[in-house]
C-alpha cells in the first residue's frame, strides 16, 4: 500500500492507477486500497499544500489521480455486496461553496452498494436544490458533505431550508467532512455524522432502520 500512497504523493497518476489495478488483481480487498493506500497519500498531498511545500496543481493532479483508481476501485465495491432488498433512499451531496468530490461520491457508492437507492446531487449544491431533491425523491436520508471550515456553514442552512420548506421531520440528515464533528452535527440539528466512509454506513443503517 506504501507504493500506492506514494505514488499519489508524488504526482504520478498513471503509476497510481497501475498499482491500483494490480492491488486488485493480487486479491487485496477495495476498501483496504482506499483506506490504507490512496486516503493517507491525500492527506499528505493536503499537509504538503498546507504547508505550502504543494501549491494548488500537485492537489488537482492527486485528486484526479485518486479519481482514475476510482474508477477501478468502484465496480469492485458495487460487486462485493448482494443486496436484494432497498435499504432506503438517500440524497447525498457536497454543499454549497465547495467542490470537493472524492469522499461524497465514495460515501455514495458505498451506500449504494449497501443496498440504498442514491442519488448523487454532485458538488456545490444549494440548500434549494437539496430541499427540492428530498421533495422529488421523497427520501429517506439526506448526506451534507463539506470539506472546508468556510462551507460547514452551508450544512446549517439546508438544515433551515428543511424546516422552512416544512419537511424536516421527513428525513434523517447525516452530516461528514474533514472539518466536521458529532459536537456541530448536533449544534445544527443534525441526525448523525460520520468520519468516515465505514462511519456513514453504520450511522445511515441504523438512521433508517
Ligand atoms: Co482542497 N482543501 N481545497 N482541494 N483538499 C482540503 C480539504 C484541505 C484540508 C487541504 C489542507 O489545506 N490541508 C483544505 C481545507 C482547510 C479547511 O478549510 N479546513 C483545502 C483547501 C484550503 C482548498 C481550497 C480553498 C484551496 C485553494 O483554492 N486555495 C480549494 C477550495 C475549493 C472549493 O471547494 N471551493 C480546494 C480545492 C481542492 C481541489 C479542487 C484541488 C481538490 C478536490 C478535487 C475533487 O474533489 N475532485 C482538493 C483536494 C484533493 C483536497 C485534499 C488534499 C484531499 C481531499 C480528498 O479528496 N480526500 C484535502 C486534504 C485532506 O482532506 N487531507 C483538501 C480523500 C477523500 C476520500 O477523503 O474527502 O475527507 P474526504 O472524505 C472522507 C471523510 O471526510 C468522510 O468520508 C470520506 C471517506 O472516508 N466524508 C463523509 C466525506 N464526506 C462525507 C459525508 C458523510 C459522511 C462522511 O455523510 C454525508
Redesign the pocket.
Known amino acids: 500500500m506504501a507504493e500506492i500512497t506514494r505514488s499519489l504523493v508524488e504526482c504520478e497518476p498513471d503509476l497510481t492507477a497501475e498499482l491500483t489495478q494490480k492491488a486488485l488483481t493480487d486479491g487485496t480487498e477495495p476498501l483496504v486500497i482506499?483506506?490504507r493506500g490512496?486516503?493517507p497519500g491525500?492527506?499528505i498531498?493536503?499537509?504538503r499544500?498546507?504547508t505550502g511545500e504543494y501549491f494548488?496543481p500537485q492537489?488537482?493532479i492527486?485528486?484526479n489521480a485518486?479519481?482514475q483508481a476510482m474508477e477501478f476501485l468502484e465496480p469492485e465495491l458495487r460487486a462485493r455486496q448482494e443486496v436484494s432488498e432497498s435499504a432506503g433512499t438517500v440524497v447525498?451531496g457536497t454543499v454549497k461553496?465547495?467542490?470537493?468530490?472524492?469522499?461524497?461520491s465514495?460515501?455514495g457508492t458505498m451506500l449504494a452498494a449497501h443496498g440504498f437507492r442514491v442519488h448523487d446531487v454532485g458538488i456545490d449544491v444549494s440548500a434549494a436544490m437539496f430541499v427540492e431533491k428530498v421533495k422529488e425523491t421523497r427520501a429517506d436520508l439526506l448526506?451534507?458533505?463539506a470539506?472546508?471550515?468556510?462551507?460547514m456553514t452551508a450544512q446549517r442552512e439546508v438544515v433551515r431550508a428543511l424546516e422552512e420548506a416544512g419537511i424536516r421531520d421527513q428525513v434523517k440528515i447525516?452530516?461528514?467532512?474533514?472539518?466536521v464533528t458529532q459536537e456541530w452535527a448536533e449544534t445544527i440539528g443534525a441526525d448523525g455524522y460520520?468520519?468516515?466512509?465505514v462511519?456513514?454506513i453504520e450511522v445511515s443503517k441504523r438512521l433508517t432502520a
Not at 460520520?194 to 466512509?197: F, G, K, L, N, R
Request: aromatic fraction near 2%; hydrophobic fraction near 55%; charged fraction near 10%.
Open positions: 482506499i483506506n490512496l486516503v491525500m492527506d498531498v493536503g499537509q499544500f498546507q494548488l492537489m488537482v492527486a485528486a485518486m479519481t447525498i461553496g465547495d467542490i470537493h468530490e472524492i469522499g461524497k465514495l460515501v448526506g451534507l458533505s470539506l472546508l471550515t468556510t462551507t447525516i452530516v461528514g467532512g474533514a472539518p460520520a468520519e468516515d466512509v462511519g456513514a
